[in-house]
């Protein structure tokens, strides 16, 4: 049996300057989708995948994003004084869920950098990542499908969708050879490529499960683009290294770091919402009318 996975890392520590000008003020993780910020999407799907202690990347001018995950006994006390216990008991689920630990990228170095910084937290464990951009709407959640695969084959697995020729450009695209009809031993990787070097139409939009040996690899990776440590280039050494697999994972993938990718979300959601159903309906059809 391969190792237990319990722990994850969400790095959350970009400007957001696709969201600017609120990203100046408001973490662009804080933003909501309906009445839920984008991260507590993120950290539910870690949790409904069986993570136990989450580290979350950020950054100095996003202490919202810590306050929010920490107890608030005044509001929680008032909640239920007034009657609202069940609206109480989410407030308080939220800090109780699981342990979440704080770590501050003190300079914007890249996504693999700031990965690394988790190092102390995972040890020599098996580990998630999740990105925050990315929501994925699963009946299994996508972390829960990776970690599968990894328990399966004991080798490191990013997840990969299938997009069209012309959005390869960007993304991370991979190639392989097939393992069965979702998996894939990873042959090659390359960040954001032209449309004529694409390996394939597989694209990672945001996770991963990563073995420890990633940390020494992250160590020794050389600044690329910007100056920044590519988490890509170390995956693909690890790939050569260790092995790496790709799966195709079921489910919707919504790009909330993009405006229309954040207005998908907020309507896919918002759908599946009973109270919110009819209404936003309603609404859809007088705003096209």
Do not use: W
Request: include cysteine; aromatic fraction near 6%; charge should be negative.
């Amino acid at each position: 049996m391969n190792q237990k996975i319990r722990k994850a890392v969400i790095p959350s520590a970009g400007l957001g300057t696709r969201f600017l000008p609120v990203t100046k003020a408001v973490p662009k993780e804080m933003i909501p989708i309906i009445d839920k910020p984008m991260i507590h999407y993120i950290i539910e799907e870690a949790i409904q995948s069986g993570i136990e202690d989450i580290v979350l990347i950020t950054a100095r001018h996003k202490e919202d994003i810590e306050r929010y995950f920490d107890h608030n006994y005044e509001l929680e006390d008032r909640l239920a004084k007034s009657g609202k216990q069940a609206l109480a008991d989410q407030i308080k689920n939220i800090a109780q869920s699981c342990n979440i630990i704080c770590c501050f990228q003190k300079e914007p170095a890249g996504l693999g950098h700031a990965v690394g910084l988790a190092r102390p937290v995972m040890g020599d464990e098996p580990f998630a990542v999740l990105l925050g951009d990315d929501l994925i709407d699963a009946k299994v959640p996508c972390t829960r499908q990776l970690m599968d695969v990894y328990q399966k084959h004991g080798t490191s697995v990013v997840g990969v969708m299938e997009v069209p020729h012309e959005d390869v450009v960007k993304y991370g695209i991979v190639g392989g050879s097939k393992i069965d009809d979702r998996t894939f031993k990873v042959t090659s990787m390359i960040e954001k490529p032209k449309i004529e070097d694409a390996p394939s139409r597989f694209a990672i939009p945001g996770r991963y499960i990563c073995d420890s040996s990633i940390f020494e690899i992250l160590k020794n990776t050389k600044p690329g683009k910007n100056g920044e440590i590519q988490f890509t280039d170390a995956l693909f050494e690890l790939s050569k290294q260790r092995g790496l697999l790709a799966y195709q994972f079921e489910g919707d993938r919504y790009d909330t770091g993009d405006r229309l990718g954040y207005l998908d979300a907020t309507l896919a959601f918002g759908l599946k919402r009973p109270e919110l159903h009819d209404g936003l309906i309603a609404l859809m059809k007088k705003h096209l009318a």
